[in-house]
């Protein structure tokens, strides 16, 4: 029996299901933003900064289950994978849209993480068994570029849906559009993993994969710096409601504000997609975070000059090119990441996606509880994670498998 195809008839068609599938995340996070206080207030929390939890709880869920999905879908396959963690999602879901607990609205936002693992990582599976090199990268920076629709307009969707009724109906949304991305997955999507070479699940080959990602100079290096730019991104998603609305006063103008940024991403991932097959992920990227690190630099010492509160436009210019200098890594670094992990893309997956997870978890909740009422944490947040991706990248260049990596990349 010949094996199915690795993508849908069309290219375009496969960019637009893998960035519905990855939105689930995206939008379980940005939809809610201009709800997270009154969720807050409603559900009885102590403390101004614990809305942020209500983002920690769904990021914990997602790094701890991406742990799981990986080898699940090396030996079943991709889509039982994917089927399972939608399910888990949608049960969040309805839990986090009828409790009456602020406790219980965390656990189904953690349930609700956990499901989503499963169709963040094996998305990234997906692209990897259908591509590699710069032609992974340049698939991966198209689905970004799709991805970041979501957080240009989910804020405005979330702050609409309140303007009508409760903050209850985004979950129950949200469990809508992953019955619907079922669906079309389901219908329109060929399994990517030949039955030859699945490996049959067991905890040696688990541990085993583990260990050959940790052992790859490079794929570490890249798992951690990502980690890193990504605990910067937390941070700001845990404090945008509250430097926005409350530190800025922009009320209802937040969306507006919120989307902007995150167009600068979109824009990032679009131009990387055009770029990356003529400068390849290495030059791209080292460029990019080098300009990171020096406007952060510099940004933070105007904003500690400025006892934390520089001018509006002077914080959406800093943060709209940060935002673009990030742009242009988010998608290099995982496919630099899996490039030496192609032999075994679900357990890679899985741990640089778990472990790249946590740690930006760590600093993000980190910079976001710092939030005093000032841009200071969040500028100091992003300065501090683009010194260290540059440190770990830099290391991670100078080992054996960047050469490898690299011939790939010429």
């Keep these: 029996m010949q094996p199915a195809p690795a993508t849908p008839t069309r290219e375009g068609e496969f960019i637009a299901l893998v960035a519905?599938?990855?939105?689930?995340?995206?939008?379980?996070?940005?939809?809610?933003?201009?709800?997270?206080?009154?969720?807050?207030?409603?559900?009885?929390?102590?403390?101004?900064?614990?809305?942020?939890?209500?983002?920690?709880?769904?990021?914990?869920?997602?790094?701890?289950?991406?742990?799981?999905?990986?080898?699940?879908s090396d030996s079943t396959g991709r889509k039982p994978a994917l089927f399972a963690g939608i399910f888990l999602f949608m049960v969040g879901g309805l839990l986090c849209a009828l409790t009456s607990s602020f406790t219980w609205l965390l656990v189904g936002r953690a349930l609700a993480g956990f499901g989503a693992a499963g169709p963040r990582i094996v998305s990234i599976a997906l692209v990897r068994d259908a591509y590699s090199g710069r032609g992974m990268a340049r698939v991966m920076s198209f689905v970004s570029t799709v991805f970041i629709l979501v957080p240009v307009l989910a804020p405005s969707i979330g702050q609409a849906v309140l303007a009508v009724t409760t903050w209850r109906a985004i979950f129950a949304g949200l469990v809508v559009i992953a019955a619907l991305d079922v669906l079309w997955f389901a219908l329109r999507q060929p399994e990517t993993l030949p039955v030859a070479r699945r490996v049959p699940f067991s905890l040696r080959s688990v541990l085993h994969g583990c260990g050959e990602t940790f052992r790859n100079r490079l794929t570490l290096g890249y798992m951690?710096?990502?980690?890193?730019?990504?605990?910067?991104?937390?941070?700001?998603?845990?404090?945008?409601?509250?430097?926005?609305?409350?530190?800025?006063?922009?009320?209802?103008?937040?969306?507006?504000?919120?989307?902007?940024?995150?167009?600068?991403?979109?824009?990032?991932?679009?131009?990387?997609?055009?770029?990356?097959?003529?400068?390849?992920?290495?030059?791209?990227?080292?460029?990019?975070?080098?300009?990171?690190?020096?406007?952060?630099?510099?940004?933070?010492?105007?904003?500690?000059?400025?006892?934390?509160?520089?001018?509006?436009?002077?914080?959406?210019?800093?943060?709209l090119a940060c935002f673009f200098c990030n742009g242009l890594l988010f998608g290099n670094y995982s496919a630099r990441a899996m490039e030496p992990m192609g032999h075994i893309a679900g357990v890679a997956a899985a741990v640089t996606g778990s472990v790249s997870g946590l740690v930006a978890l760590a600093l993000g909740t980190a910079f976001g509880r710092a939030y005093d009422g000032t841009a200071l944490p969040l500028v100091a947040g992003f300065t501090c994670s683009a010194l260290l991706a540059l440190v770990t990248t830099e290391l991670a260049e100078r080992s054996p498998a960047a050469h490898a990596a690299n011939a790939v990349d010429a």
């Design 20 to 72: 519905l599938t990855t939105s689930l995340v995206a939008m379980s996070i940005d939809t809610m933003l201009p709800a997270l206080g009154t969720m807050a207030s409603e559900l009885g929390a102590r403390h101004a900064n614990d809305r942020q939890l209500i983002l920690s709880a769904f990021f914990a869920g997602l790094s701890v289950g991406q742990l799981i999905y990986g080898p699940i």
């Design 224 to 319: 951690l710096a990502s980690g890193f730019v990504f605990g910067a991104f937390i941070g700001y998603l845990a404090t945008s409601q509250q430097v926005f609305q409350e530190q800025y006063g922009l009320g209802r103008l937040f969306p507006v504000f919120f989307g902007v940024l995150a167009s600068s991403i979109g824009l990032a991932s679009f131009v990387n997609g055009r770029l990356v097959g003529r400068m390849g992920m290495r030059r791209l990227s080292r460029l990019a975070l080098l300009s990171n690190c020096g406007l952060s630099v510099f940004a933070l010492l105007g904003t500690w000059a400025l006892h934390g509160h520089p001018p509006l436009f002077a914080f959406m210019l800093y943060m």
